[in-house]
């Protein structure tokens, strides 16, 4: 069975899965495979993958089903010796108040860390940002949501995180003295669907329904 989902997506989940996999129904094999979601989209359309997870791309044929996964949400990440930097006179109280809603017009003289502008989640934040009619200073553009969080915590920037990559910086919360703040971001209530995608064309394989039923029970630590 070929399995395919995004870079970040698949070392933040696929090697679980994949174990989780092959102990339970040894007598399937697995194959991780990555790409972005146009390229997830080809394969399911050529027959070189026999399920994806990851959002929807925009050019998906009537082929292609999808069956909704989970809703991700973006949050700021910013690490404390940063946020003490920025709001020296009221660190504390900026603390409990932006676990309410940070409001991003309050970070527009902050360095950040973006995503690639092509992904989905990086839109949705565009639009908050031009209804609020604020520019962010990007220091540094790429599609590792990881890296990202350890920039953060080497005080280089602030970022944005989707919800399966939080597991990942609390990680890094477990080694490092400065840790990294998660704040939900004030009106900002577009979300990041995921689906599980298939070609209804092609054969079914042996062993997809078992996957499923994996992934669907492990992303609920990402919810």
């Given at each position: 069975?070929?399995?395919?989902?995004?870079?970040?997506?698949?070392?933040?989940?696929?090697?679980?899965?994949?174990?989780?996999?092959?102990?339970?129904?040894?007598?399937?094999?697995?194959?991780?495979?990555?790409?972005?979601?146009?390229?997830?989209?080809?394969?399911?359309?050529?027959?070189?993958?026999?399920?994806?997870?990851?959002?929807?791309?925009?050019?998906?044929?009537?082929?292609?089903?999808?069956?909704?996964?989970?809703?991700?949400?973006?949050?700021?990440?910013?690490?404390?010796?940063?946020?003490?930097?920025?709001?020296?006179?009221?660190?504390?109280?900026?603390?409990?108040?932006?676990?309410?809603?940070?409001?991003?017009?309050?970070?527009?003289?902050?360095?950040?860390?973006?995503?690639?502008?092509?992904?989905?989640?990086?839109?949705?934040?565009?639009?908050?940002?031009?209804?609020e009619e604020v520019t962010l200073d990007c220091v540094y553009t790429s599609g590792h949501f990881d890296m990202h969080q350890q920039m953060s915590q080497?005080?280089?920037?602030?970022?944005?995180?989707?919800?399966?990559?939080?597991?990942?910086?609390?990680?890094?919360?477990?080694?490092?003295?400065?840790?990294?703040?998660?704040?939900?971001?004030?009106?900002?209530?577009?979300?990041?669907?995921?689906?599980?995608?298939?070609?209804?064309?092609?054969?079914?394989?042996?062993?997809?329904?078992?996957?499923?039923?994996?992934?669907?029970?492990?992303?609920?630590?990402?919810?």
């Amino acid at each position: 069975m070929r399995v395919g989902t995004t870079e970040g997506r698949f070392r933040m989940i696929m090697p679980t899965l994949m174990r989780q996999f092959k102990e339970l129904y040894n007598d399937y094999d697995i194959r991780g495979i990555i790409g972005n979601a146009e390229q997830l989209r080809e394969m399911l359309e050529k027959g070189e993958l026999d399920i994806a997870f990851s959002g929807i791309s925009t050019l998906a044929p009537e082929c292609i089903e999808k069956e909704f996964l989970f809703d991700e949400r973006l949050y700021l990440v910013v690490s404390e010796q940063m946020l003490q930097k920025y709001f020296p006179d009221r660190y504390h109280e900026c603390v409990e108040e932006f676990k309410k809603g940070m409001d991003i017009r309050e970070f527009s003289e902050m360095p950040f860390c973006r995503s690639l502008p092509n992904l989905h989640c990086m839109q949705i934040l565009d639009h908050l940002l031009e209804r609020e009619e604020v520019t962010l200073d990007c220091v540094y553009t790429s599609g590792h949501f990881d890296m990202h969080q350890q920039m953060s915590q080497e005080n280089l920037a602030a970022c944005f995180s989707l919800s399966m990559y939080l597991p990942h910086l609390h990680e890094l919360n477990l080694y490092n003295d400065n840790k990294l703040l998660v704040f939900p971001i004030k009106d900002l209530t577009e979300t990041n669907p995921v689906y599980i995608l298939t070609n209804k064309d092609n054969a079914y394989v042996e062993g997809i329904d078992e996957f499923k039923d994996l992934l669907n029970n492990e992303v609920k630590n990402y919810v």
